[in-house]
């Protein structure tokens, strides 16, 4: 079996170039959201790539803090949160890890598949499109913080919302350095325009596609064929000019069009420019879209100092909010605007109070529990401790065992050996009551007890004998012994006395 070769398919980061770019979680909230808004967050996440998690699966049971808790440690900064209601479909932008969360209405919204099937000529965007953030362009919001200043006056504080939307959209989006930035990772544009009569932001996203400029579609169509011939010539002059005669009449990118249909080369240009499909009008051709490219630029024929015409080409999705609110926290801070409620002075003064009540109390409840924490870490670092301690002190009492054991070992060997054992008292004592149980056995062979003096003598022996401490023979008896024998002695004479009268009492009768 072949062995299966390994291929990378994320881009390494580097940490001196990518420092300072924002990445961000987009995430759908909620049990019934729908396929449609399911498919709206992936193509919002397709939006945001590369700096956002493309393949981010979420469980129906996670809440925002179950994500809050692992951004930290891969660097999310923004949250993007879809959701549906009765009402409609929220989303909410939110800043990682202290707020503020904006809440928008999305009005009305197209799938990225949407737009593209409803385009004459869609472009379908490649994968190294996505290699590169986007561009954002933001449209009329300055307009509307005038008009808002217009309505409340200067002194009232209307306006701040708008320069925390357009704060927020640029933080959501990589910043861009214009000396230092290469023109090829220029790929695709994120629009965003404010209409000021209904208070709405419309958000289209496009790709950036540069053309040569002044010609119609057939005469460029011939021109990046010739161009893309010349770049790709490795040999001869007549080895290239038979690879563009094979390529001639073929229908496929990048070849030469088909002229045998026509007479001269000018029917097929007037006919192509003719079309009302036709992506040129020399007439109406907008001068501020002409540029000559700065750099070299992905394409055939875009070098540097060329003079093209760059067109924007939406891919979707498409979408329509509006603001609805502004909190202070990360989804449960004070609300600072809403669109629709408005409050009174001792009403706001009121929440700000039960907003800094509950801040207290959370920052107490952290508090004790960082204080748990640290107490537990202790109690098992001593209990870890003890331990240790439990096992030296076992430690030492099994080796001070095993050396007991080897001690007595040794004098086992040693008195096997036949060495000197006079030193021991125990061995002493053991020599003596063998000596004593062999003399009791030859005096129970002989079956003879001794006289009352030889008792006597036999007592103090006995004596002696306890009290040096040797066992007494089985032949020898002690004082207390004797006292019974005689006890038993003068039981039995009186036992006998008593029977004698007896018969002598029944032979009186029997005469009688």
Same mark, same amino acid.
């Given at each position: ?17 990518? =420092?300072? #770019? ?6 759908? *909230?909620?049990?019934? #959201? @729908? ?41 999310? =900064?923004?949250?993007? #949160? ?57 449209? @009329? ?26 704060? *927020? ?6 910043? #861009?350095?214009?000396?230092? *930035? ?102 109406? %051709? ?5 540029? =000559? ?30 603001? *609805? ?8 801070? %004070? ?59 076992? @430690? ?95 039981? %039995? ?6 029977? %004698? ?12």
């Amino acid at each position: 079996m072949p062995k299966r070769k390994k291929r990378r398919t994320h881009v390494k980061l580097n940490p001196e170039t990518d =420092t300072g #770019i924002p990445k961000s979680f987009v995430i759908k *909230m909620g049990r019934d #959201i @729908g396929p449609s808004v399911s498919q709206l967050v992936r193509d919002v996440r397709k939006v945001l790539e590369p700096n956002t998690a493309s393949k981010l699966k979420e469980r129906k049971s996670q809440k925002l803090k179950d994500f809050v808790a692992v951004a930290s440690q891969l660097g999310v =900064t923004h949250y993007i #949160i879809l959701s549906r209601t009765e009402r409609g479909v929220n989303l909410k932008v939110a800043r990682h890890p202290r707020g503020p969360t904006l809440t928008f209405r999305v009005s009305d919204y197209s799938l990225a598949r949407d737009v593209l099937a409803s385009l004459r000529r869609p472009h379908t965007p490649s994968k190294t499109e996505f290699q590169t953030g986007p561009l954002l362009v933001l449209s @009329g919001f300055g307009q509307a913080k005038e008009q808002a200043q217009a309505e409340g006056g200067d002194k009232s504080g209307k306006g701040k919302e708008v320069d925390l939307m357009v704060s *927020m959209f640029q933080n959501l989006f990589p910043p #861009i350095n214009v000396q230092n *930035m290469k023109l090829s990772s220029a790929r695709r544009v994120v629009l965003l325009s404010y209409n000021p009569s209904d208070r709405s932001i419309d958000f289209r996203h496009y790709s950036i596609q540069v053309k040569v400029a002044g010609v119609s579609r057939a005469v460029r169509k011939v021109l990046q064929t010739a161009a893309g011939s010349v770049g790709h010539r490795g040999g001869a002059a007549g080895e290239g000019e038979g690879k563009a005669a094979v390529a001639v009449g073929r229908k496929g990118k990048g070849e030469l069009p088909d002229l045998g249909k026509y007479a001269d080369v000018s029917e097929f240009v007037l006919k192509e420019s003719s079309q009302p499909d036709s992506d040129y009008d020399s007439t109406n %051709e907008d001068p501020s879209t002409v540029i =000559t490219l700065p750099q070299d630029y992905l394409g055939r024929g875009n070098r540097r100092a060329s003079r093209r015409r760059v067109r924007l080409v939406e891919v979707g999705p498409r979408m329509t909010w509006r603001l *609805m609110k502004v909190e202070a926290g990360l989804g449960d801070g %004070e609300v600072v605007h809403h669109e629709f409620v408005k409050k009174t002075p001792a009403q706001v003064a009121e929440l700000r109070t039960l907003h800094a009540t509950r801040a207290k109390e959370k920052a107490e409840r952290r508090r004790q529990q960082e204080e748990n924490v640290e107490r537990k870490r202790r109690a098992k670092e001593k209990s870890a401790d003890g331990e240790d301690e439990g096992e030296t002190v076992l @430690g030492k009492r099994k080796k001070r065992g095993a050396a007991d054991d080897e001690e007595g070992e040794d004098s086992d060997r040693s008195s096997d050996d036949g060495s000197d054992d006079d030193d021991d008292p125990y061995a002493d004592l053991a020599r003596r009551a063998a000596l004593d149980r062999g003399s009791a056995s030859e005096d129970s062979d002989v079956g003879s007890y001794a006289s009352d003096g030889e008792d006597e003598v036999s007592d103090d022996d006995g004596d002696d004998a306890g009290a040096s401490g040797a066992p007494r023979g089985r032949g020898e008896r002690s004082k207390g012994e004797k006292e019974e024998a005689e006890d038993e002695d003068e039981d %039995e004479e009186e036992w006998s006395d008593g029977d %004698e009268m007896d018969e002598m009492s029944g032979d009186d009768e029997d005469d009688d």
